[in-house]
């Protein structure tokens, strides 16, 4: 039961172009979301996260939206630039004492073009 | 600041065989995740550790198994090696609190021949 889910294994968008990656989730106990970014032979890193009292957050180029009733989340890259080529990932937790247990979704490869 | 250190990177072990991984967290953080890779099955959680107590386990057998140490370094553990269990095995760190972000090694991958 895939309980986080990204629809769109891949993803190309050109240079200086909106890039919008989208995360689906079924567990209405998620109350707390991260976006990891991951190249190839290395551990993700963290992007943005956004807990479910807020439906956006921003940091700089990166902004996550997070739409509650439809249990539905969106990472906007503006502009896309190509070190941002890699796998993102979206995970989602809950914001209780002893649940760092995050819930995967299985990546959206994304590619800038030049 | 140092980050998540995770030893071995590279290793080949045989089916049958078993293995010890290795996490150093981050400087300060109490809390040790450990994460599988695998090629579809994007990742996947095997169990936390918090003040050396195992405080979240995922869905995985009884091969697999954690511990962790005083000083936060914390080792996992799969005895028995089944091709299947070949994956980038990952560990994360936070300060455990609701809301800490948590940080990820470079992972060990492991190949089971």
């Known amino acids: 039961d895939q309980q986080v889910k990204q629809n769109s294994p891949s993803l190309s968008v050109q240079e200086g172009r909106i890039s919008i990656l989208n995360c689906d989730y079924t567990?209405?106990?998620?109350?707390?979301f991260l976006w990891y970014k991951k190249y190839p032979a290395e551990g993700p890193t963290f992007l943005i996260s956004i807990s479910s009292i807020k439906d956006k957050n921003e940091d700089g180029r990166f902004t996550v939206f997070l739409n509650k009733s439809a249990k539905h989340l969106s990472l906007h890259i503006v502009p896309s630039q190509p070190g941002d080529s890699a796998v993102y990932f979206c995970?989602?937790?809950?914001?209780?004492?002893?649940?760092?247990?995050?819930?995967f979704g299985t990546g959206t490869r994304l590619t800038i073009i030049p | 600041k140092a980050g998540v250190t995770q030893t071995p990177r590279y290793l080949i072990k045989t089916r049958g065989q078993q293995v010890t991984l290795s996490c150093s967290p981050i400087?300060?953080?109490?809390?040790v995740s450990w994460y599988q890779q695998t090629p579809g099955q994007g990742l996947q959680f095997l169990f936390e550790?918090?003040?050396?107590?195992?405080?979240n386990k995922g869905n995985f057998p009884g091969r697999f198994s954690g511990r962790q140490f005083s000083n936060s370094r914390s080792e996992m553990n799969v005895s028995t090696l089944e091709l299947g269990d070949s994956a980038l095995y990952l560990c994360?760190?936070?300060?455990?609190?609701?809301?800490?972000?948590?940080?990820f090694g470079e992972g060990s991958w492991l190949t089971v021949v």
């Open positions: 400087s300060g953080h109490r809390s």
């Open positions: 550790y918090f003040s050396e107590t195992q405080r």
């Open positions: 995970a989602a937790g809950v914001l209780n004492f002893g649940n760092e247990k995050l819930t």
């Open positions: 994360a760190s936070s300060f455990g609190l609701p809301g800490n972000t948590i940080y």
């Open positions: 567990n209405s106990m998620f109350d707390y």
